[in-house]
């Protein structure tokens, strides 16, 4: 830690923003293990959806609930990353509430879903609406083009899903999975294990 | 040229300061949270009036509000990119913040365009409403914009529980509490810091 008494140099100073900054990245998104495991589910679930729909054969439960195993390993990341750290970034605030407030909208749309008896094709369209928003500013904050590209890539496919099938519909949702975390998350990890190595 | 030094203190006064420079940025541009406020205000109530008082049957024509408010945004914006300074990393987040805002809103539109606009739209927009300003609020730390935000998601969860017609009055109450209301805020509050 950095004592009081310390002075820093103009460029000095600038370098520990920027230090924070990367201490943020690393620990919100530089790793990459948060987004390949909401990567994996996502895509597992709508191929499994897509699989009952094209086959007409149903599993006999809902297969998104699997999503809900996603809050475990999540849940188990966090907490093992609180205990690394000694201080908590603005950004990596900003970052908690972005996705918060994600899974707050998820929540409520799923309630909306369900109130309105929304048809399937408009629910996967308003899902994947909401899949690119917190994508999309997380890429942006971070300065990170395989997020933000994800996060352009469900809107394209959110409206594209309103003129297709509900088996279509599935096949693009697993796409947002890949694009907007499975591949991010992949560079990611790719990269939070090369710095390891160095 | 000399360099000047700073305290670890220092430092973090800086980053307070990226905050507050943004907030005046933010309060600078309030002109556009109000102009779409005040647009989407008016028109959630002008339909209320025009389709449950006068029982007018176009009553979604109110909407052509959105053209001005489209060209006096785009005019504001080139005016305002001539003289753009330098933003802070704060002032970008922010930048990226309400521009995927705008693209969701548009895709949401795009959307409900083909779900018929007669049917359960405004809770839709009510949840975007909320979920926009209160990352603002967080990112800014200014709690009239999280309290905006949060106002807006139980409005957006009680609007679903009435018919279309009054969904239109928790869409004007939700924007009030999360753009007028906290832009004026912001605007008052830059002004006493200058004073």
């Given at each position: 830690m950095i004592e009081e008494g310390n002075k820093m140099t103009e460029q000095e100073s600038l370098k520990l923003i920027n230090e924070m900054i990367g201490k943020a990245k690393r620990s919100y998104i530089t790793t990459g293990a948060a987004s390949i495991v909401w990567g994996i589910l996502i895509v597992v679930c709508s191929l499994l959806t897509w699989y009952q729909v094209y086959t007409q054969h149903a599993f006999g439960f809902d297969v998104w609930l699997l999503v809900f195993l996603a809050v475990i390993p999540q849940i188990y990341f966090s907490i093992a990353e609180k205990k690394k750290k000694n201080f908590v970034s603005h950004d990596e605030h900003t970052m908690t509430y972005l996705w918060s407030t994600f899974a707050i909208c998820i929540f409520i749309l799923s309630f909306y879903n369900s109130k309105f008896e929304t048809d399937s094709s408009h629910s996967t369209a308003l899902f994947m609406l909401l899949y690119g928003i917190p994508t999309f500013i997380t890429g942006g904050i971070f300065k990170f083009k395989p997020m933000i590209f994800g996060g352009i890539i469900c809107w394209v496919l959110s409206v594209a899903s309103m003129y297709t099938d509900i088996a279509t519909d599935m096949l693009f949702m697993a796409a947002c999975g890949l694009f907007a975390w499975f591949i991010p998350g992949i560079i990611l990890w790719k990269k939070y294990k090369k710095q390891q190595l160095c | 040229m000399e360099q000047e030094n700073f305290s670890p203190h220092e430092s973090l006064q800086l980053i307070q300061s990226m905050i507050a420079k943004t907030r005046r940025d933010m309060s600078d541009n309030s002109i556009y949270f109000l102009l779409w406020g005040w647009i989407t205000f008016a028109g959630c109530t002008g339909q209320f009036v025009l389709k449950n008082i006068l029982h007018y049957e176009k009553h979604y024509l109110v909407w052509l509000l959105v053209i001005p408010g489209v060209i006096i945004s785009m005019y504001l914006g080139m005016k305002e990119g001539k003289k753009r300074e330098a933003t802070t990393y704060i002032g970008d987040s922010m930048k990226y913040l309400w521009m995927g805002m705008g693209i969701s809103y548009f895709v949401l539109s795009a959307i409900l365009s083909t779900m018929g606009?007669?049917?359960?739209?405004f809770p839709f927009f009510i949840l975007l409403y909320g979920l926009g300003t209160f990352i603002s609020g967080k990112l800014l730390q200014f709690k009239p914009l999280v309290f905006g935000g949060l106002c807006a998601w139980a409005m957006a969860i009680a609007s679903a529980f009435f018919n279309y017609d009054y969904q239109m009055l928790f869409a004007a109450a939700a924007i009030l509490a999360s753009y007028i209301i906290p832009a004026y805020m912001l605007r008052s509050k830059d002004k006493s810091a200058i004073k």
């Open positions: - | 606009w007669d049917t359960n739209v």
